[in-house]
């Protein structure tokens, strides 16, 4: 059979079961009672230079615009009972050629489909199914979508179950637990899957000060029978609230459990830790807003590993899936191929990934500083400018290959954003990214990165 026919056969079935669709629909209209929809389209478009090699003379330019959709669905099946669903698109680049039916089918991913059920047992929220996690940045645990600059578009999502309290005017407390990836489905006693269970709250004490804790617990089974598996524990507590016209915030981090047995070597605990604080201040004058921010983050390493067999502690602290992406440069170059770093000396060589120094995305074996101000201008509001200054610096050599040279660099970021209406922003954004030590001990003719970003966003 040709592929004429084939096409359409196909397209005379999708019609005749989008046609079976609507007539059930409209036999029982109550099955979208309360629909609601939300949408969000970005745009983002760059240009960089020497991002991944840091080295002019190796021609390191690239460019490129691609887009990313967000659609989701909401309605209620009961009063109490509503069903969820969240589709995203985002693989293709402008330039490509037009998609065909199958091929948008294809890339259409279904990131969440889930059903909550309100007041279970008259005090609790409870939603089922495949859900979003988290809050963007986050330095322990997100899922989500990306970003509006972050070059590599896309959504991560949890099978889950998640227990809220209900109707609490302080707390804000759930209970997770969730499959994160699944290995070996059929019935066995060997599970080599993800698991993950946690408890979180927020308490509000008052207007200007709210308190939270959590702990989450990883698990990944071992493919060997009777040898305990990854099992991380992660805690922490935090504080955000205001004091005197000051906004703060304060987190404490702590890693414990243990990682996967091998035989014939100590199983290492995981020791690691990270905390960071914040602190702006806004001000209003004559010529507009200003609101003036710093920020520091440390994240523990381990330079046992250079010596990794049989090791009895692990340092590195360890998160379940952060989201910690500081830097136009540094934190949201993480496109596959043209993330950042990863081709030192024009070689191959990183500071980041397996066997590097740090993880990208993440804080462990990071201190990160930052200095920065947002400035919205007295003649419009719909204008704003944000500056921000990092330094970002390796904690342990864990390679061997820096020694006491471990300062990655330091980044100059300038975005402008005009808010063209309630729903839809669009801006450009610049960063400089200047190498520091360890760039210049490993590749001898190191020179600055630069990145020229623009982007749009729709909300609906």
């Not at 026919?5 to 309360?34: D, T, V, W, Y």
């Not at 060589?349 to 007295?378: E, F, H, I, R």
Request: some cysteine; charged content about 20%; glycine content about 12%.
């Amino acid at each position: 059979m040709t592929e004429g026919p084939q096409e359409m056969k196909k397209l005379l079935g999708m019609a005749l079961a989008l046609a079976i669709s609507f007539l059930a629909i409209a036999a029982n209209a109550e099955i979208l009672k309360n629909l609601k929809t939300t949408g969000e389209i970005t745009v983002l478009g760059v240009m960089d230079q020497n991002v991944t090699d840091l080295r002019t003379d190796k021609a390191d330019d690239f460019r490129h615009t691609r887009s990313m959709i967000t659609y989701g669905v909401m309605f209620d099946l009961l009063d109490d009972l509503h069903a969820n669903m969240t589709f995203v698109k985002s693989d293709r680049f402008y330039g490509q050629g037009s998609q065909d039916l199958n091929t948008i089918q294809n890339n259409i991913k279904v990131e969440e489909a889930n059903v909550q059920l309100d007041k279970v047992a008259e005090h609790f929220n409870v939603k089922v199914g495949r859900q979003f996690y988290g809050n963007a940045y986050d330095l322990v645990i997100f899922y989500g979508t990306s970003s509006p600059l972050e070059e590599a578009q896309g959504a991560t999502a949890l099978d889950a179950v998640r227990i809220d309290l209900a109707d609490s005017e302080k707390h804000n407390a759930h209970l997770i637990y969730a499959k994160v990836a699944e290995t070996t489905p059929a019935v066995t006693a060997i599970d080599t899957g993800t698991s993950l269970l946690g408890i979180r709250d927020d308490y509000k004490m008052n207007d200007d000060l709210t308190l939270g804790g959590y702990i989450y617990n990883r698990r990944i089974g071992n493919a060997t029978y009777a040898r305990h598996g990854d099992n991380l524990y992660v805690f922490g507590l935090k504080a955000d609230g205001t004091f005197m016209g000051f906004g703060y915030g304060v987190e404490v981090i702590g890693n414990a459990g243990k990682g996967t047995q091998v035989a014939n070597q100590d199983t290492p605990t995981y020791k690691g830790y990270a905390y960071t604080g914040k602190v702006n201040y806004k001000i209003e004058s004559d010529f507009g807003g200003f609101n003036p921010r710093i920020m520091y983050a440390y994240g523990s390493g381990d330079n046992q590993g250079l010596n990794a067999a049989g090791k009895s502690k692990n340092l590195n602290f360890t998160a379940i899936n952060p989201d910690f992406r500081p830097g136009l440069i540094f934190g949201m170059s993480d496109l596959a191929g043209c993330d950042f770093g990863t081709n030192l000396d024009g070689i191959g060589t990183s500071l980041s990934g397996a066997g590097g120094d740090y993880t990208a995305g993440s804080l462990t074996n990071l201190t990160v500083m930052n200095l920065g101000v947002d400035y919205t201008p007295k003649f419009s509001e719909k204008l704003s400018f944000v500056v921000d200054f990092f330094n970002f610096k390796i904690n342990q050599d864990s390679t061997g290959a820096l020694g006491d040279d471990k300062n990655i660099g330091s980044e100059l970021d300038l975005t402008v954003n005009y808010k063209f209406a309630e729903n839809v922003n669009l801006g450009l954004a610049g960063g400089h990214f200047m190498p520091g030590s360890a760039v210049k001990k490993i590749t001898a003719g190191s020179n600055p990165a630069n990145k020229l970003a623009s982007y749009l966003t729709v909300k609906w």
